[in-house]
């Protein structure tokens, strides 16, 4: 089974945080195999934007889950575009999202109402952890 890790990468901070995650989920899934495009698609020169959000693209394709992190006052654009894709391909969509704003459409819903159509969504990463260790 691939997962893809789809979140903010532009940071070291987010980075640090992506790395952690994905050697989380690995302990516990040791099975499966984890893209993670900060680490699986390395930017080269001349290389344009299409060929790096292609090379994302097929990681995306060939997975099965899609781990969406979540983060910021507005979910990145990134982000957003690959859970869009995941869920018309009918990609099974998990979300964490630890930042407690409320920055969202609706009272109570702390995103955009879009994201309310992921229908896992946890809010720490122990939590998002146990849920995946939960699956097959």
């Known amino acids: 089974m691939q997962v893809y890790i789809a979140g903010p990468l532009f940071t070291t901070v987010a980075q640090q945080f992506n790395f952690a995650l994905k050697d989380e989920l690995r302990s516990i899934k040791p099975h499966w195999d984890f893209f ?6 390395i930017y080269r020169d001349g290389m344009s934007a ?14 099965e889950i899609l781990i969406a992190i979540l983060a910021g006052s507005d979910v990145g654009s990134g982000t957003a575009f690959e859970i869009g894709f995941a869920y018309a391909q009918n990609i099974k969509i998990i979300g964490l999202r630890t930042d407690f704003r409320n920055c969202g459409d609706v009272e109570g819903f702390g ?3 879009m994201f309310s159509l992921i229908p896992e969504i ?12 939960k699956l097959p």
């Open 111 to 113: 995103m955009n109402a």
């Open 50 to 63: 299409q060929d790096l959000a292609k090379e994302c693209m097929k990681g995306l394709i060939k997975s």
């Open 36 to 41: 993670l495009p900060q680490y699986e698609v």
């Open 122 to 133: 946890y809010h720490s990463r122990k939590e998002l952890l146990d849920a995946i260790n």
